[in-house]
Antibody, heavy 114, light 106 residues
Framework: QVVLQELGPGLVKPSETLSLTCTVS????????WSWMRQPAGKGLEWIGRIFNNGNTNYRPSLKSRVTISVDTSKNQFSLKLRSMTAADTAVYYCASGARGDQWGPGTLVTVSS | EIVLTQSPATLSLSPGDTATLYCRAS??????LAWYQQKPGQAPRLLIYDTSNRATGIPARFSGSGSEADFTLTISGLEPEDFAVYYCQQRADWVTFGQGTRLEIK
């Protein structure tokens, strides 16, 4: 059973960069694909991007210029960086296993505010 | 972008009933359609992947069908814990989600 946990700041200032980490247990980070999703309060799910086990990445086109997803094999974790944050990026952020999201972390609320 | 349209937006049923949820894609997604369940304050849970395959631990009362651009999630004999929001998702062309169907107790 794969268990995921998002870690990161709950509050980010406008124009700053969000950095989130997802710690993974029960699976090897290098042998699987990994995804990030988000959900604004009271709204639906939005896919951010994914990283494949060969290191290739796919990003949501509207976020592509601001997003980087990477893997740290030494720590068995993967990360999300989202630059130039605005209030529209306020959401619960989820990490998930697989290219579509098989197992999800519990989510972490990120608020963009000065 | 492939747009997924779910219907109905809200479905009101009683325990023991059968729920039928629909998801229509703006273009073919082949078999690459999944269904998720989300309860308040919780992360989504994968129910069905690749149109009709139940994820690990998902009860047999959940079933998926369809192809190309029209898909259905059927929940037979609703249990109290099934009342939640359901999302469809495609991964044929990057990843998009439908807007969700809320299944509520009548």
């Amino acid at each position: 059973q794969v268990v995921l946990q998002e870690l990161g700041p709950g509050l980010v200032k406008p124009s700053e960069t969000l950095s989130l980490t997802c710690t993974v247990s029960g699976a090897s980070i290098s042998s699987n694909h990994w995804s990030w999703m988000r959900q604004p309060a009271g709204k639906g799910l939005e896919w951010i991007g994914r990283i494949f086990n060969n290191g290739n990445t796919n990003y949501r086109p509207s976020l592509k210029s601001r997003v980087t997803i990477s893997v740290d094999t030494s720590k068995n974790q993967f990360s999300l960086k989202l630059r130039s944050m605005t209030a529209a990026d306020t959401a619960v952020y989820y990490c998930a296993s697989g290219a579509r999201g098989d197992q999800w972390g519990p989510g972490t609320l990120v608020t963009v505010s000065s | 972008e492939i747009v997924l349209t779910q219907s109905p937006a809200t479905l009101s049923l009683s325990p023991g009933d059968t729920a039928t949820l629909y998801c229509r894609a703006s273009q073919s997604v082949s078999i690459f359609l999944a269904w998720y369940q989300q309860k308040p304050g919780q992360a989504p849970r994968l129910l069905i992947y690749d149109t009709s395959n139940r994820a690990t631990g998902i009860p047999a009362r959940f079933s998926g069908s369809g192809s190309e651009a029209d898909f259905t999630l059927t929940i037979s004999g609703l249990e109290p814990e099934d009342f939640a929001v359901y999302y469809c998702q495609q991964r044929a062309d990057w990843v998009t989600f439908g807007q969700g169907t809320r299944l509520e107790i009548k």
